[in-house]
């Protein structure tokens, strides 16, 4: 119950409280009303950001105060203490600078989560506030304000850095000694402070008034916000006094910490200090009411309207005077595939012996005999090609690393330095009627230069190089088509096929005619003509719009593909699409019209690679098939391929079997250095990912990175979104997104904090935080969270260690893989029933199991892609398509006592669902019901609905099991679980 609940009765509210805590041994509950966690649980529109609109410099290094102050400051002048001088350690030297980061100024950011005002007590701090010299970030406001209302919030940091006693206060001068004291805070303990241990970042508000004043204390605007932060709390006391007259000049003040004074340092790691998160002041007269700006009201970027696209044609008379397509020497695609020979040793010049076998595509390693991973690596493969030449001869090198060079009979046909993006060499000058010998030479990772980019990932050890996606012979005639991209309209039921072509030779238009094909029939399902103009270099193009007789849309749970073939008077090329849309709206995907909501996994193929049970796994067609049924089996529809690109065979199974990926470029630089990235390169890189990937329905996001931010990717994303004519969004990673309406990345671990417990879900924010404010609303895909690692046999990771003896000290393996599974599905249940995120995306489906290995997988036996049961029971549950969560966290409950459970349910389907929702309890480790309750229950079409159970808790003394399960006939059971014990006393907080 909230501390100002109204209690039934006729006692004085005072005396009821002053009864009830003497009878339970409690302190007594403070009259300030909590608002959540987060940065979304702040009010918003105080007198220092009205507009919800302040953008902090945050380059708090070492700038002037003039340089650092927010360019749309709406504040007159700030000062703080402790402030050093010249010549003195540059902690703090106005509010605005930090040392670290972290200036006095950063309380008024309205981001506890992620910004926050720091003092070492040794450097700069001076040993800690005292009442004499009491820490203080001061504010000149342009006017004079009464203070009705203000919040205070905990910073990110550690609990002992929580200011302990503490004022709000107002003057007319700002001057030392004319100051008054309009709120003190003079705590002796936790128990009596505002400021709880957890959960951090929380915000706290003070009231001069109680509910049934607050419309006259404050007028409509803050009352209509105020009764939305409360959600039906009443407030039956007002925490301070309304103060007699209007200040210009507020200051928060700190007087003691958590934290004892001292100088002294014992451990470096965690130095004594004070920290602070937040702090909103508000008049009735002051700021605005509204809360940040929104896109056309649309949490997700503008909705985008269906386009009617009518099929195009072509005048006969015009077709007739061009080439029929098909009448010349028509495309050969060659297979190098399989078997080469390579050697090791040499720079610029391949070796005289090549001997060891190697498999292709795969990673030097897998060489027999072996040759180690570093180095140069010569790869050599003999072809034959039948008499006569033809015009157009290219060797396609789908994806090697590193710095790829390519010699054919001796002659060098150029270099490519992406390593995860295509080469095309021009094989014509040195390619030979009857036998040829092709040459490919790479190198390790260290051969890369600068600015290119080679991978780099903080959390591998191993680069093996390798060819590792296949190579191809391409021959045709001088009417090379060099690309299609095929861009449906679903609700025209056209697909338009834009074509390119190099530059024409004689002057001469071409014709390309493109036939449309069922993949799973053969049945033509289009067909239609465009025309290439001669003019155009070093390239021209061409587009025509077919309409689709009998349209099937492609979608996770129909992958149905067509195949399209472009051919001109010499060339043929084929390639599949299928007919989707897929649009961000009001925060969440929309797939052909309807609400699609991401539910998935992360693939971090190139940690893999140095998994010892790897081998040639990922180049084996049926174990990647297998791969993506066990992830189609745990409901989910999603994934990212993470810091990592895998061979193209493994977009084409994803188009087959409905997986929807957001396609992550394999960058990782959380501290680049200048000269890291260069825009040129990477538009370079991404036009060539681009052009590679564009036909697959499976790809629905262009991930530019991960946890990166640097200006050089944002620059290379405006410049190449524009060639893919389907508009799909982008992920920036940790910076800004490019566009409105771009993916808010977020990658939020509860338990990267290891005093994190699983009942203080029940305390945090259900919006998920990201690297900045995504003030623009984007769309979030949540896809990293949890932070609870297990090796494959059960062991933590490096990562995870400390967490599991937090909260599991002395555990089995076995032990650890049961409450991994159900800490995760608790999480998923939490982030996915929030509805704040258009993806929730675990981390991760296929990584690696290896010592000193940060993160793993979920396997048992990954050569059989066999699932810990563990993670199979109770994560597959908590992905269900119609899911099911107790809302419920506390460890323990009263015995004897009533409570009220509510069981929310959500729907992601496009129909309506209609079933029973039963609520047991049973003994921990029995099948015996203790109890059991039974509710039918219907849930709307992408709806949510919430179903609450009142359930006496059972005799203490015994570890219980709380179960939701969500009953239909013919239909899986979904459950969700929280683990309990029943005992005769219960301390809160």
């Given amino acids: 119950m909230s501390p100002r609940q109204q209690l039934p009765g006729k006692?004085?509210?005072?005396?009821?409280?002053?009864?009830?805590?003497?009878?339970?041994?409690?302190?007594?509950?403070?009259?300030?009303?909590?608002?959540?966690?987060?940065?979304?649980?702040?009010?918003?529109?105080?007198l220092t950001d009205p507009d919800d609109t302040l953008k902090p410099v945050e380059d708090c290094g070492g700038g002037t105060e003039e340089a650092l102050r927010p360019k749309n400051?709406?504040?007159v002048k700030m000062t703080c203490a402790p402030a050093n001088g010249p010549g003195e350690i540059g902690h703090q030297q106005h509010p605005y600078q930090s040392w670290v980061g972290t200036p006095a100024s950063a309380i008024v950011w309205n981001m506890p989560e992620d910004k926050k005002w720091y003092v070492g007590f040794k450097d700069g701090g001076y040993g800690g506030p005292t009442d004499a010299k009491p820490y203080y970030l001061a504010i000149q406001l342009k006017d004079a304000h009464v203070l009705t209302h203000f919040t205070i919030a905990s910073s990110q940091d550690k609990p002992l850095r929580d200011p302990k006693t503490?004022?709000?206060?107002?003057?007319?001068?700002?001057?030392?000694?004319?100051?008054?004291?309009?709120?003190?805070?003079?705590a002796a303990d936790r128990a009596s402070s505002p400021f709880r241990e957890y959960p951090r970042c929380e915000t706290m508000l003070f009231t001069s008034f109680t509910s049934a004043d607050m419309a006259k204390s404050v007028g409509p605007e803050n009352t209509k916000k105020l009764l939305a932060k409360l959600n039906g709390k009443v407030l039956n006391k007002a925490d301070f006094a309304r103060p007699a007259k209007a200040y210009p000049w507020f200051r928060v003040v700190i007087y003691a910490c958590f934290n004892g004074n001292t100088m002294d340092v014992p451990d470096p790691s965690n130095p004594p200090g004070f920290a602070l998160g937040q702090l909103e002041l508000f008049s009735s007269a002051g700021g605005k009411s509204a809360g940040p700006a929104t896109v056309a009201g649309n949490k997700g970027g503008n909705k985008v309207a269906p386009k009617t696209v009518e099929p195009t044609a072509v005048d006969p008379q015009i077709l007739a005077a061009l080439p029929a397509p098909g009448t010349g020497e028509l495309r050969k695609t060659v297979s190098l595939d399989g078997e080469w020979e390579i050697a090791s040793g040499g720079g610029d010049a391949p070796p005289a012996q090549f001997g060891?076998?190697?498999?292709?595509?795969?990673?030097?390693?897998?060489?027999?005999?072996?040759?180690?991973?570093?180095?140069?690596?010569?790869?050599?493969?003999?072809?034959?090609?039948?008499?006569?030449?033809?015009?157009?001869?290219?060797?396609?090198?789908?994806?090697?690393?590193?710095t790829t060079r390519v010699f054919l009979n001796g002659k060098p046909l150029g270099e490519h330095l992406g390593n995860y993006t295509p080469g095309y060499f021009d094989a014509k000058p040195a390619i030979r009627e009857g036998a040829n010998e092709l040459v490919i030479r790479i190198a390790d990772h260290t051969s890369v230069p600068r600015s290119q980019q080679w991978g780099h990932d903080d959390e591998k050890t191993r680069y093996t190089p390798g060819i590792y996606d296949s190579v191809q012979l391409i021959l045709c005639g001088p009417q090379h088509i060099l690309r299609v991209q095929a861009v449906p309209a679903v609700e025209s039921k056209v697909v338009t096929v834009h074509a390119w072509m190099p530059a024409a030779t004689g002057g001469k238009d071409s014709r390309i005619h493109f036939t449309v094909r069922e993949v799973a029939t053969g049945k033509v399902a289009a067909e239609g003509d465009c025309v290439m103009p001669a003019a155009g270099a070093p390239e021209r193009t061409g587009f025509a719009s077919l309409r689709i007789s009998d349209c099937h849309l492609w979608s996770p749970e129909t992958p149905f593909l067509y195949e399209l073939e472009a051919r001109s008077q010499s060339d043929v090329l084929k390639t599949r699409f299928g007919m989707r849309s897929l649009t961000f709206e009001d925060g969440h995907a929309?797939?052909?019209?309807?609400?699609?909501?991401?539910?998935?996994?992360?693939?971090?193929l190139y940690r893999f690679f140095e998994d010892p049970q790897r081998a040639a796994l990922p180049w084996t067609e049926t174990w990647v098939r297998q791969l993506f049924k066990a992830y189609r089996d745990l409901y989910w529809n999603a994934l990212r391929f993470s810091i990592s690109f895998p061979p193209e065979k493994w977009y084409e199974i994803a188009d087959e079997m409905g997986l929807l990926v957001q396609d992550e470029f394999p960058?990782?630089?959380?501290?680049?250095?200048?000269?890291?990235?260069?825009?040129?390169?990477?538009?370079?890189?991404?036009?060539?990912?681009?052009?590679?990937?564009?036909?697959?329905p499976c790809v629905i996001i262009w991930d530019a990175c991960n946890e990166t931010g640097v200006p050089e990717i944002a620059t290379a994303i405006g410049k190449v979104r524009g060639l893919?004519?389907?508009?799909?969004?982008?992920?920036?990673?940790?910076?800004?997104?490019?566009?409105?309406?771009?993916?808010?990345?977020?990658?939020?671990?509860?338990?990267?904090?290891?005093?994190?417990?699983?009942?203080?879900?029940?305390?945090?924010?259900?919006?998920?935080?990201?690297?900045?404010?995504?003030?623009?609303?984007?769309?979030?895909?949540?896809?990293?969270?949890?932070?609870?690692?297990?090796?494959?046999?059960?062991?933590?990771?490096?990562?995870?260690?400390?967490?599991?003896?937090?909260?599991?000290?002395?555990?089995?393996?076995?032990?650890?893989?049961?409450?991994?599974?159900?800490?995760?599905?608790?999480q998923t249940e939490f982030w996915r029933h929030s509805r704040e995120c258009a993806g929730v995306l675990e981390f991760c489906g296929l990584g690696y199991s290896r010592p000193g290995g940060q993160t793993s997988d979920h396997w048992t036996d990954v050569t059989k892609l066999t699932w810990e049961p563990e993670f199979y029971k109770y994560v597959k549950d908590s992905f269900a398509p119609v899911g099911v969560m107790i809302e419920a966290y506390e460890p323990e409950y009263l015995a004897g006592a009533a409570r009220d459970f509510p069981v929310s349910i959500i729907n992601d389907l496009s129909?309506?669902?209609?079933?029973?929702?039963?609520?047991?309890?049973?003994?921990?480790?029995?099948?015996?019901?203790?109890?059991?309750?039974?509710?039918?229950?219907?849930?709307?079409?992408?709806?949510?609905?919430k179903v609450t159970f009142k359930i006496t808790i059972p005799p203490a003394g015994a570890d219980y099991v709380l179960e939701a399960a969500l009953m239909k006939a013919g239909q899986p059971v979904a459950r969700s679980y929280r683990d309990f014990k029943s005992a005769t006393s219960v301390q809160p907080r």
């Fill in 667 to 696: 960058i990782w630089n959380m501290y680049p250095k200048p000269g890291d990235f260069d825009a040129a390169n990477l538009e370079q890189e991404f036009t060539e990912w681009m052009q590679e990937r564009w036909n697959h």
């Fill in 911 to 945: 129909l309506p669902w209609e079933g029973s929702l039963r609520l047991r309890i049973t003994k921990a480790g029995e099948s015996a019901v203790v109890k059991e309750e039974v509710k039918p229950f219907k849930v709307g079409p992408a709806g949510a609905t």
């Fill in 590 to 604: 929309v797939l052909n019209g309807k609400p699609c909501f991401l539910r998935g996994t992360n693939v971090t």
């Fill in 166 to 186: 503490w004022s709000i206060q107002g003057s007319d001068t700002g001057k030392d000694g004319e100051w008054t004291d309009l709120y003190k805070c003079t």
């Fill in 356 to 402: 060891s076998k190697i498999p292709v595509p795969g990673l030097v390693d897998l060489a027999k005999p072996g040759l180690g991973e570093s180095g140069v690596f010569w790869y050599r493969r003999k072809f034959t090609v039948a008499a006569p030449l033809t015009a157009v001869a290219v060797i396609k090198v789908f994806k090697a690393m590193y």
């Fill in 11 to 46: 006692l004085p509210l005072a005396l009821v409280f002053s009864c009830a805590f003497a009878a339970l041994n409690l302190p007594p509950v403070l009259a300030y009303e909590s608002l959540g966690a987060g940065n979304s649980s702040l009010l918003g529109g105080d």
């Fill in 724 to 826: 893919d004519f389907s508009n799909r969004v982008w992920d920036n990673g940790w910076a800004q997104a490019e566009r409105v309406g771009d993916i808010f990345e977020s990658h939020h671990y509860h338990y990267k904090d290891v005093q994190f417990k699983p009942h203080y879900l029940g305390r945090v924010p259900k919006t998920p935080k990201g690297s900045y404010r995504n003030t623009d609303k984007n769309p979030v895909i949540l896809n990293e969270y949890g932070w609870l690692w297990l090796n494959r046999d059960g062991s933590p990771t490096t990562l995870t260690a400390e967490v599991y003896n937090n909260l599991l000290p002395g555990g089995t393996n076995s032990q650890r893989q049961q409450l991994h599974a159900k800490l995760l599905a608790q």
């Fill in 73 to 75: 400051a709406t504040w």
